[in-house]
């Protein structure tokens, strides 16, 4: 089954040097591009993380010092790569967790205003989750009846998440919808106002923090009683959409 459209979706993958939002870097960034009209844009790139990548990360995605000490970091190409998705969807396996938010913080650590205002996302994974329970290669197996070579390449991990939701698609069209705004509601775990997840919605569409001393309390409501844990978030390692989205519920209150 072909994707109904009506703007762009792009599929992408990370390689990182690890699991760490905050901390961690791009190794290499696959994208895949589909149109409303079915065409298809590919873009690949080796990115230097300007750190050192573990050896731990190296054994499962391949990618090692020596092979991106000579390729261009992400400051270089983050123009180019927020150019090719600013007016996309994005789509992705565990993106919504993982790649989208450690996506941004090296958007926005580049100087790249970044954020998901006007757009939807589509975690492959977790279409994948609901219905049958399983990993990348498996859902591979069992949706496209097909081995993935090469899995932890960004690019063939990517084309693989494309096929995957085609054949989801397929496999679930008296249920599952052929509308990107949908399928984007069922894969959303929860409403967060941030990409990594600590401050959220309630049922009031109110933003509420979702951890810590003041979990499920309203974040306007914690910036009133304790005006000092703004900055104390801001000086702590949180990832930087969390600040900014953290900074702007600020800046919207003092409007008011």
């Known amino acids: ?53 573990p050896p731990a990360s190296t054994d499962i995605h391949g990618i090692s010092d020596a092979m991106v000490c000579e390729a261009p970091t992400f400051k270089e190409l983050a123009k180019q790569i927020h150019n090719l998705i600013k007016d996309s969807d994005l789509a992705g396996y565990n993106s919504d967790r993982f790649d989208i938010p450690l996506l941004a913080e090296e958007l926005l ?17 977790t279409i994948f989750h609901k219905m049958e329970q399983r990993t990348l290669s498996a859902a591979y197996k069992f949706y496209c009846k097909k081995s993935l070579d090469n899995a932890h390449s960004a690019e063939a991990d990517t ?13 679930y069209a008296d249920t599952l ?4 705004k949908q399928l984007s509601d069922f894969t959303t775990r929860k409403q967060v106002a941030d990409f990594a997840g600590f401050i959220a919605y309630n049922e009031q569409g109110e933003e509420i923090f979702t951890f810590g001393k003041h979990k499920g309390r309203k974040v306007t409501e914690i910036l009133d009683e304790e005006p000092g844990y703004f900055g104390w978030m801001l000086n702590a390692d949180f990832p930087l959409y969390t600040k900014k989205v953290l900074t702007a519920i600020r800046l919207r209150k003092m409007g008011q």
């Open 1 to 53: 089954m072909e994707l109904k459209l009506t703007r762009p979706l792009c599929f992408f993958d990370l390689e990182t040097t690890g699991t760490d939002v905050s901390r961690d870097r791009i190794v290499e960034i696959s994208i895949l591009k589909v149109y409303p009209n079915g065409n298809r844009e590919s873009k690949t790139w080796l990115v230097n993380p300007t750190i050192p990548i």
């Open 109 to 125: 650590r580049a100087g790249v205003d970044f954020d998901l205002k006007n757009r939807v996302t589509v975690d492959v994974q």
């Open 159 to 171: 084309t693989a998440t494309y096929e995957i939701l085609k054949a989801q698609l397929d496999t």
């Open 177 to 180: 919808p052929n509308d990107i």
